[in-house]
């Protein structure tokens, strides 16, 4: 890794212009923000169980570090530790390597579909991908300072820098799920390192949890013996712990950090919008759950009045959407309104309305392409 | 029934002041046009099997007839027939006398849920309701004339009255739905003379078929061996022949006439945005098909996502709306967003999205009603 280094060129990380999403290898992707760079992955271009780099959504809360040079990142392990200690690039490498297959969510995913509006970046389907993300686990790393039993918190900080008064993007991890084996500190997306807009040289990866957790650029692990009081723990990524009204107004005390992901599926194919001829028409597309399996997928093709189990195909990894496929005679010109509904394997059930909260998360009812057989 | 004479002076017929709803004696309902009167029920008011007289819909084309005069009030049969014939209120009531229960609804009930809009009364959910009708079988009433075998169609003519060029509100029904042994020419409505709002002194009674069939003051019977020319049988009241896309043009040909309904439930309590005591709470409505029976309701009380089957409890009438009711324990401060979902006796369920067409007829999805529980 030494030697590796990505840099961004101010111009790209204050840019306006159309090209922005052009410079960071993205040219096919929604721009939904150019500072910071939000990108959205067209639906048509999740067809596939891995998401290409080129296609992955892009999140960021702050403008990307200005430079990211690997042979002298130091990812630093303090807090309540025996040892503070500052691991390079290379000593993260020699740890077991893990493999992780992971369906990467923006909590926000979704959001523009909520009625009243919630303000925040316009996601509509497509801030989701799926990768493969290599790296040390978690918990070989923090082991390496000795965390201690006291510890109950990790909270994550990383190299992108606040500008005026926005605060720092530092998130916490509960330490069991920071010790979790599945838990990584990656390095490498897909093969290859990853991507400066995706977390070079350092990521957390948080699995089955939504994207925010998955900490880019990430310099250090703090371990706490109580919650982060950083503004992204302690007021973001929080959802209300009862059903609420659309457009309500929630206590502070009524709501909790996000953990997990909802149950979902997303139609890949046909396009919505398809004009396609009579004959069979094949209905496929991804769901997933989180940290739970998903146990089945219904597919609609009469608005929602019957429905038909899909099959389940493809490979299946444990933190990863399931691919599924649902054929059917289309036999006369027609509109269809095709849905889809996921299951998972703990009986939650994509709902036909999406529950509505003040941040605009997990937006998760039924989807739906419209399609007209000529 | 001689002497009993209903009269709407011209200053209702073209009412344009708040309180023309209540000259009409339906001050608890919504009014949608004044001239000519369009007057929905809010829902709450549709929690009865049978709906009382002063809180059923008024749906009317055009002003309604200034003068309305049981005794002199002739029913004319003519067309295909061996003798034409005139029928008095009394010769009517002399024949044998039939009461049907009968849901009736407006074809456009539901139009306002329609995206893309569509023009026409802008009717929400309370263009329904339930009464029984009381008359003789229009079948006694064609033998007076001895309709032809040549009959294909029986034309029903009405004394309201166009203005301009309106065209004239007249309809047809097929030579087998006029000849069904429950198909009337009704006097009554709930067991008193029908008002002049809803058709006296005589009223088509086309049970199961969408309101528009049961015309009102009707004046003739007229037996054809084709199709009829008026406007609201060759242009007015007619749906795709097949699904089609929201906003899409739709050739003529694609087009035929509106039979039977579509199969639907209404949630007549609680009420949309009612605020409740934690405990047990009883959702309750109506479900309907229009000729057929319904089998089952379903109830989700969580957006859709799961179901539960209600009881179908109260009276079962042929051409009746169904009491649907599930009682579930609401425990905690939450909201809920309550879908029900009917299903028919032959299979057909009601959608979670209607079938968009340019009249903006036979909307049905799931209904939903919003609670809050404190």
Redesign the interface.
Known sequence: MAGLVARFAPADLFAQAPGAAQRFGKEKLLVRSLRPPDFETPVALLDSFITPIEHFYVRSHLPAPASLDAASWALKIGGEVDAPVSLSIDEIRKLPAVTITMTLECAGNGRSFFDPAVAGIQWEKGAVGTARFTGARMADVLKRAGAKATGKNVEMHAADRPLGTMPAFVRQVPMAKAMHPDTLVAYDMNGQPISAVHGFPLRAIVPGWEGAYSVKWLTALNVLDKDSDSFWVATGYRYPT?????G?AVDAKDMAPLVGLAVKSLITRPAAGASLPAGQVTVAGFAWAGENDISKVDV?I?????WQPARLVGEQAKFAWRRFEHAFAAT??????I?SRATDAKG????????WNPSGYLWN??D?V?I?VK
């Open positions: 009862r059903r609420v009204a659309p309500a609609s009469d608005s929602g009045a019957t006369k010109p027609e509109s269809y309104l849905l939650n059930v994509q709902p036909a309305v999406a529950q009812q039924y739906s419209r007209e």
